[in-house]
């Protein structure tokens, strides 16, 4: 007898039906490893873009999707195990004809035509091709087609194929649709396993805890979930008045908080009348603040109790007011008097408006108050805790002349702290601060720790520092052999991914194969996906992976760091690593990138940089031959760094951070801080003291590729004539 999902679609409705109550629940333990099974059916998640231009079909697509689901529900949901139990897993590749016409359907679902998808993969007779197909038919369901079958679909697809994308999606989706005939047990044991997202989640599970006896279990889970989910203003009243007498004061004080961070006014107003005690005025003194108004404001301040005066909230809106009105001075006392860290809410945000205003004190190199800011900084994980324990350890080290205090602070980071850029970054610092403590030895110890990522500024610097040759990162590549990967070929996530890619659709199979990493996270499965996206020419995605296996020690070259093709070579002005190291970094080598800003292209040109080299150039000028001309593209691109680069002589940091930011603020930062071209400045301290992150971050990473690319292509002298840290691969 033929497997049931070789039946065409029309034989599967023949199977003899069963109680569905004994099939949704009967695998809810099963092993994952089952692939291609009956859970092809039962999957949900949100659209995807390239999916959800739907072009009418009979009514319109929608109803034919709703049809359709109707009869998955007859002909799959209710059909007899012992059928089901007929298909056996499959770990095989498709076939060509099957993966043929699995690409065509796919081709057709992007155009809308769902039922020549739905024929041609009926004629596949394959099983990844139907799992496949209902995967996206279900993604493509709009909420007023959910059924209570739906959660059956669901379920199974969640529990039996975690890996898969969007299963968090799909666990938001399932609370949407978990049929009101669950027993409490059943409804328990799915939120113990999947906590709830959703108002209507939260309310199913307080149910069947409170209809239990679970009376502090329900407590203690409403009293969390309130002080950290944001829900409508009519979601937040009907919460309340069912459940509001498990609610504490500090839950609504941290809700009121949650809210007012997010933008939610009209709803924290409500938690506010719920406290009282002055807690409307508080909420319409802070709202007042974060629509940055001025008149009336200084009278809703006062308003506010004085016990309330200094709630971290309040004093925070306070602050960023001050800070983007120019008035650094209220916002330095409001910074010098700090509430608790205990009781700040949001401390990374609290960063931030320290870390501008410690910036704005180096700009008026007032060392002593910027270094004494920054000591107190409070964070405790994170991004920014490694960025403010750095910051304060430089300003130690290069203003305030206390190598020692620097020191502590760089060796405690690197033990804190797991990236690559900043460990190489807390370690090359260390080393400096033990020069400046006069232990040479100690400083060359933390130089070769740093210097063992080369892939990143710092590690490089350090490299330079010990006076070793400029050399590729060194990395054992694992060695894959022929049935490995074939084994690889055979994974349903891979197989589906390369489906999506024949397609042309690269946003889903770049969604698969980082499924299929997540899956497994081995090192001989990150070069066996880096070497299959870059094969497809996906530059974007080989990076996207590369960079991703290298922050887990696993240097890929090739896949890391493209090369351009030779066609294109001729058409550079300026240095062929300095133009591949920008492009990398701008695009990741995606032709038709454009950003929020509208920069476009491989070396991301804004239309107006664009028009001007280009009239300097005596070419013509098309804005959508940025995106669908590499060449046009990179032409322009590397005239207008090369010209750049001779404007601040031969200088790369300077030419770079004038590529992001403009000439106009490179210049001005000269001013304020100083030329590194004089020697009167230290190049990296130059580089540091950019004031605009982004800025800061993208001369690092574009020199970073520097170093690599000039060894990947080979175009220079090995070893540098300066030190590394004063001329940062200037090229002689």
Known sequence: MRAFFNLPFYQIIKCRPIDVTIFKWRDKRSNRAVKHNVSFFFSFSKTDANLSRTKPFGKNARDFIAVTLLFIGFGALFTP???????????????????????????????????????????SKD????????????????????????????????????????????????????????????????????????????GRYMDSLIIEGKRDQARLFLVDWWASTLTSRKQQKKIFKKYGRFLTLDAHKKRFDILLHRGYYDSARAIAAVLGQGYPALANARIALMKKKNSGLGSLIAKVPSYLQD?????????????????????????????????????????????????????????????????????KTGFSYAQAEWLTGWLALRFMHKPTEAYERFTALYQKVKTPVSRARAAYWAGRAAHGMKQKDLAQRWYKKAAEFQTVFYGQLAGAA????????????????????????????????????????????????????????????????????????????????????????????????PTITKQLKDVHTAEWALVHALIRQESMFDYEAKSPAGARGLMQLMPATAREVSGKLNLTYRKGWLTSKPKYNILLGSSYIGELVKRYDGNYPL?????????????????????????????????????????????????????????????????PEEELHVAIHTKK
């Open 466 to 561: 010990l006076s070793r040759g400029n050399q590729l990162p060194k990395s054992d590549l694992p060695q894959i052999s022929r049935s490995e990967r074939r084994e690889y070929h055979k994974n349903e996530l891979v197989q589906v991914s390369s489906l999506f890619k024949a397609a042309g659709m690269e946003k889903r199979a770049t969604d698969f194969l980082y499924a299929f990493l997540n899956d497994d996270e081995t090192p001989k499965s990150y070069r066996f996906a880096a070497e299959l996206v870059a094969s497809g020419g996906n530059s974007y995605g080989a990076i996207r992976i590369a960079k991703k296996a290298t922050r887990k020690g696993l240097f890929l070259t090739k896949q890391s760091y």
């Open 311 to 379: 709630d971290p909230g309040l004093l925070y809106e306070r602050l960023h007011w001050r800070r983007k009105k120019g008035l650094d001075d209220g916002a330095l006392e409001i910074l010098a008097n700090t509430p608790n860290a205990s009781k700040i809410s949001n401390p990374k945000k609290w960063w931030v408006e320290r870390h501008i205003m410690i910036r704005h004190l180096l700009g008026k190199r007032q060392y002593k108050k910027a270094y004494a800011l920054a000591r107190e900084h409070v964070q």
């Open 655 to 719: 030419a770079v951070a004038a590529y992001n930011a403009g000439p106009g603020r490179v210049n001005s930062w000269l001013k304020i801080y100083g030329d590194p071209r004089t020697n009167k400045i230290d190049s990296v301290d130059w580089i540091e003291l950019i004031p605009i992150y982004e800025t800061r971050n993208y001369v690092q990473r574009v020199m970073e590729n520097v170093y690599i690319y000039r060894l990947r292509l080979d175009n220079i002298q090995k070893q």
């Open 127 to 202: 099983p990844l091709a139907t799992k496949l197909y209902h995967w996206l038919l279900l993604v493509n369901t709009k909420k007023a087609d959910w059924t209570n079958q739906m959660f059956i679909r669901l379920s199974h697809f969640i529990r039996r194929n975690p890996e898969w994308p969007e299963i968090s999606k799909m666990k938001v989706h399932a609370e949407g649709v978990m049929p009101e005939s669950l027993s409490n047990a059943e409804v328990l044991a799915w939120y113990n396993d999947f906590p709830p997202k959703t108002p209507y989640g939260m």
């Open 81 to 123: 195990f012992s059928c089901l139990a007929k298909a056996n897993p499959v770990n095989r590749l498709q076939s060509a004809h099957a993966k043929a016409l699995t690409t065509q359907a796919l081709q057709d679902i992007e155009n809308g035509d769902w039922e020549a998808a739905r024929d041609k993969i009926a004629q």
